[in-house]
């Protein structure tokens, strides 16, 4: 057992383990950045992010001076820049988190999606393959499946359920999950992927629904509701998707695909009056304003494959989980009021303005 372990945790060089993780400052990646640091006293850590509007260097601030840290400003669609700092490092895994992740802004605008979620994936499987890798580890989504009827509570998404994306972001990570799974199996690279369903946490985007309820209940402005409300999602706290990737990364079997839920479906409107109500705020703000388009109707994750093999299991009750929440908004003002008072204005406008 030490010995699998030594050969897991050390390069072949004896050098110490370096994971290149991209996107590491947007919500789930720096969540995952400042677990590993903490888990693993001797890892290194890369990250590898282009800064665009989801990418927050403020996120990072308080690892920048960790000499087991080190951030790089890069797009993962630039080949030679990869290229370049895989000689450098030569990284023994890669984790990979960058995409342009929000459905909407891919309805709006759907090529940059292809471009990071399919073409930069592509970039980063070239560099392991000519560089080396023990791991290249895939951030995808339960959205690759697309949606199940809220009448069938019975039917969850396993990893057998076929691909059957809804939007462009959808399609874009399922794309990439296909090249990921084909790289596999044609140059045996040593890869997994992950699906999981939606997270929620500290650093999360506040163009996203929960922490959206969150700025808007505490600025007193209406809280945007599509369609009914109905639609459901299944939630998880973002610690317990970065234990799956961990156990993923370092025991999960190779070429294999990993579900991850939060066995904790809630509909849209329950999500939102559980937060007024925990901030006191009256339901009067919530606003029902037209639907988005193709909307996913409920997502539900059979994660029995990670807890079977990996004995994965959500910890963080959402009722836990959300206070966590909501008190990391309170306590952290500086850095969402920063997001909400620059280009995000313009974003809210368009997509809010007329809705
Ligand atoms: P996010 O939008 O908060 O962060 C994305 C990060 O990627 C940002 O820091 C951004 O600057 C960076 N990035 C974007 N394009 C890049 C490029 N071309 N090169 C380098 N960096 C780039 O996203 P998130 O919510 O943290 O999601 C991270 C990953 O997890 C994504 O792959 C997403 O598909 C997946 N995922 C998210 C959820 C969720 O609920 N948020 C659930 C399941 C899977
Ligand atoms: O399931 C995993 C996915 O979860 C990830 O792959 C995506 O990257 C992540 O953004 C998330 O996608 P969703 O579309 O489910 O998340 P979002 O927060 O955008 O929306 C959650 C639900 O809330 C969805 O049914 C749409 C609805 N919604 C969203 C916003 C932003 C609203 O009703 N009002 C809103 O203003």
């Known amino acids: 057992m030490a010995l699998l372990l030594k050969k897991i945790i050390y ?11 991209t996107g590491g400052a947007g919500f789930i990646g720096s969540n995952f950045i400042f677990y590993m640091l903490k888990k693993y006293p001797d890892y290194e850590i890369i990250c590898v992010d282009k800064l665009t509007y989801a990418g927050n260097l403020s996120t990072l601030k308080g690892i920048m001076d960790n000499h087991r840290f080190r951030f790089v400003k ?37 090529s940059v999606f292809l471009e990071t979620n399919i073409m930069g994936t592509a970039v980063l499987m070239d560099a392991c393959r000519k560089y080396g890798i023990q791991r290249y580890h895939q951030i995808s989504t339960d959205e690759v499946y697309g949606d199940l009827p809220l009448n069938r ?6 990893e057998e359920t076929p691909i059957q994306a809804s939007s462009p972001y959808s399609s874009s990570k399922a794309a990439a999950d296909l090249l990921v799974l084909a790289y596999h199996r044609t140059y045996e690279l040593p890869v997994s992927v992950s699906r999981c369903s939606n997270n929620y946490g500290p650093y999360h985007f506040p163009e996203k629904l929960i922490p959206l309820v969150i700025v808007n209940a505490l600025n007193d402005k209406p ?29 999960g079997r190779v070429g294999e695909v990993y579900n991850i839920g939060g066995h ?31 909307h996913d109707m409920r997502y539900a994750i059979d ?27 309170l306590e952290n003002k500086d850095w969402w009021e920063t997001i909400i008072s620059g280009e995000y204005r313009n974003y809210y406008k368009k997509m809010y303005g007329d809705r």
């Open 11 to 21: 390069r072949k060089d004896g050098g110490v383990m370096k994971i290149i993780v």
């Open 74 to 110: 890069l797009d993962i669609c630039d080949r030679a820049g990869i290229y370049q700092l895989f000689e450098e490092e030569l990284p023994s895994m890669v984790v990979n988190f960058a995409a342009e992740s929000h459905v909407d802004r891919s309805i709006e605008n759907p």
């Open 153 to 158: 509570p019975d039917l969850l998404f396993t």
């Open 223 to 251: 809280i945007p509701v599509y369609g009914t409300g109905e639609n459901v999602r299944d939630w998880l706290y973002v610690d317990d998707h970065c234990k799956a990737i961990d156990l993923i990364l370092h025991q």
């Open 264 to 294: 904790n479906e809630m509909s849209n409107i329950d999500v939102v009056k559980t937060i007024c109500n925990r901030l006191g705020k009256s339901h009067s703000s919530i606003a029902y304003v037209t639907d988005r388009k193709g």
């Open 303 to 329: 994660s029995t494959k990670i807890q079977n093999e990996l004995g994965w299991f959500p910890e963080t009750r959402f009722s836990e989980g959300i206070q966590k929440t909501i008190q990391w908004y």
